[in-house]
T-cell receptor, first 115, second 112 residues
Framework: AQKVTQAQTEISVVEKEDVTLDCVYETRDTTYYLFWYKQPPSGELVFLIR??????QNEISGRYSWNFQKSTSSFNFTITASQVVDSAVYFC????????????FGTGTRLKVLA | ETGVTQTPRHLVMGMTNKKSLKCEQHLGHNAMYWYKQSAKKPLELMFV???????ENNSVPSRFSPECPNSSHLFLHLHTLQPEDSALYLC???????????FGQGTRLTVV
């Protein structure tokens, strides 16, 4: 069975602090894809990153960075120097074998960045 | 123009009403999705259409009826809903399996 766990329900930080959002996944597939999405108060999920299971390189995009570790089945997301505009719910998702359109989402982590 | 557009943004309906949610994508994608987002629950996949054919139906009650007349439009027809169906309904589209999906802003549905 496939599963995504985001154990942190809500995190509050003060602006300019770094924050890491955890994501742990379970799958028996050897090929799979991992995603992070941001859901601001407006409602739509905004795509942030996609990673396939064969690419364990960490990625940095501005203040965002992602740490993919197959050994621990984790795909963590770090925001450096957080800003109030980063306040949102963040979702980690998993997609399985080729040909499936099914995304399994975690329950999300609500991030509050306080000024 | 935004990639995925959902209308209406908000909907209040009685349990005996019939209404429809509409989703339109302008991204040239060939797959479209309906998700339900309830408070404190994971996003639930309801339906997936690929090339206008339904490829996933996640044991959704028959009071929800999807329709995909072409690759750009997706509807969710609602009838005799229950108060527990109140949720945010999100539409998404994607270019192929395992690529990222792009979401609309959702329809906030309240069943009274």
């Amino acid at each position: 069975a496939q599963k995504v766990t985001q154990a942190q329900t809500e995190i509050s930080v003060v602006e300019k602090e770094d924050v890491t959002l955890d994501c742990v996944y379970e799958t028996r597939d050897t090929t799979y894809y991992l995603f992070w999405y941001k859901q601001p108060p407006s409602g739509e999920l905004v795509f942030l990153i996609r990673r396939n299971s064969f690419d364990e390189q960490n990625e940095i995009s501005g203040r965002y960075s992602w740490n993919f570790q197959k050994s621990t089945s984790s795909f963590n997301f770090t925001i450096t120097a957080s800003q109030v505009v980063d306040s949102a719910v963040y979702f980690c998702a998993l997609s399985g074998v080729s040909g499936t359109y099914k995304y399994i989402f975690g329950t999300g982590t609500r991030l509050k960045v306080l000024a | 123009e935004t990639g995925v557009t959902q209308t209406p943004r908000h909907l209040v309906m009685g349990m005996t009403n019939k209404k429809s949610l509409k989703c339109e994508q302008h991204l040239g994608h060939n797959a479209m999705y309906w998700y339900k987002q309830s408070a404190k629950k994971p996003l639930e996949l309801m339906f997936v259409y690929s090339l206008e054919e339904r490829v996933e139906n996640n044991s959704v009650p028959s009071r929800f009826s999807p329709e995909c007349p072409n690759s750009s439009h997706l509807f969710l027809h609602l009838h005799t809903l229950q108060p527990e169906d109140s949720a945010l309904y999100l539409c998404a589209s994607g270019s192929r399996a395992n690529t990222e999906a792009f979401f609309g802003q959702g329809t906030r549905l309240t069943v009274v």
